[in-house]
């Protein structure tokens, strides 16, 4: 079962442990395609009171299998224990006892799909020689009023120390609230030298915008919605190129390239200014890393940077 910090099921006001531990993931398995089967994904989003959403991704989930391109949109609910939803008014998914079946119009099983906890390929991932460790765990000590809880850091802090260009590895858990929506359900983010935001949001199974997770927060969406389902370990590594400016005059834009639970969501984004809510105006000198609050529980750990100047 999963651990849910305290903090967590405040914010999620309910107690259907069903929808934590069974229903809310991601499923994978085959299903028949008129006279061929195929691999199929689906992300199942739940909303509170019972009420889900189901995404079905033909060719398996994000950045595994799926073409980027077709998706299928269903609302669920549950009764006497089993979600259903209906996919264009004919065939029907039910999932009962953590397993998930597909259906036609007719009644006839297309398949079975079974739930998955993917796992980004850089969870964990250890700081090289020379890098500048920023949090391991132990403590918050490189950061401004940083607040640790349960060995993870708390959203809403600073680091001392300022910063050009670097590589950063972070690491965040996104809080189950499934009755907040939009902004206000796990929202926080990351801002290279307090400046720029890339999003932390639970975008689980969204279409992405400008908003969501991985966003270059009102500048440009990601071109793949990488979010695992809230509670899940994600990551960020990424590449960040400060501006230049000549002579206190900016003649190149910053620029970001992000991975997102390992897979390339933004590739070289300029960004042309300061982003909504940055605490540090744009200019030439070095600035912070800033993990913001937004009124969310979000939790960081495994923090750490490398400086472009010592991979020279």
């Known amino acids: 079962f999963l651990f849910i910090p305290t903090v ?17 993931g991601e499923y994978v398995g085959k299903a028949k395609d008129g006279d ?8 199942v989003i739940a909303l509170g009171d019972g ?27 549950i009764k006497d224990g089993v979600i259903t939803f209906i996919i264009d008014k004919k065939d029907t998914i039910t999932i009962r006892d953590g397993v998930m079946a597909l259906s036609d119009g007719k009644g006839e099983t297309l398949g079975t799909l079974k739930k998955v906890c993917r796992i980004s390929p850089t969870l964990g991932q250890k700081p090289p020689a020379g890098a500048i460790v920023l949090f391991d765990g132990a403590s918050a000590d490189a950061f401004v009023g940083g607040r ?13 120390q300022k910063f050009q ?3 950063i590895h972070l690491e965040f858990m996104i809080p189950f609230m499934p009755t907040a929506r939009g902004q206000g359900r796990g929202n926080s983010g990351y801002y290279a030298q307090g400046r ?3 999003q932390i949001l639970d975008s689980f199974g969204l279409v992405p915008k400008i908003d969501e997770c991985a966003a270059i927060y009102g ?12 509670l899940s370990w994600q990551t960020y590594d990424i590449d960040f190129t400060a501006a230049e400016y000549k002579d206190g005059k900016k003649v190149k834009n910053a620029r970001l390239t992000v991975l997102h639970n390992g897979v390339e969501v933004q590739k070289e984004t300029e960004i042309s200014h300061a982003t909504t809510a940055s605490p540090v105006n744009e200019g030439p000198e070095p600035g912070p890393v800033y993990l913001q609050n937004h009124g969310n529980p979000v939790r960081f750990r495994n923090i750490w940077l490398v400086e472009k100047s010592r991979l020279q």
């Open 165 to 167: 260009s670097y590589k």
């Open 51 to 77: 009420k889900f959403h189901a995404v079905v991704y033909p060719g398996g989930l994000p950045g595994d299998g799926w073409d980027e391109k077709e998706r299928t949109e269903a609302d669920g609910q």
């Open 196 to 198: 720029y935001e890339t």
């Open 8 to 24: 967590t099921r405040q914010a999620a006001g309910i107690n259907h442990g069903m929808e934590l531990a069974v229903v809310q």
């Open 36 to 43: 061929k089967t195929v691999p199929v994904g689906v992300q």
């Open 219 to 230: 500048i440009k969406a990601p071109r793949i919605n990488m979010c695992y389902p809230p």
């Open 148 to 160: 640790v809880k349960d060995g993870l850091l708390l959203e809403g802090t600073t680091t001392k």
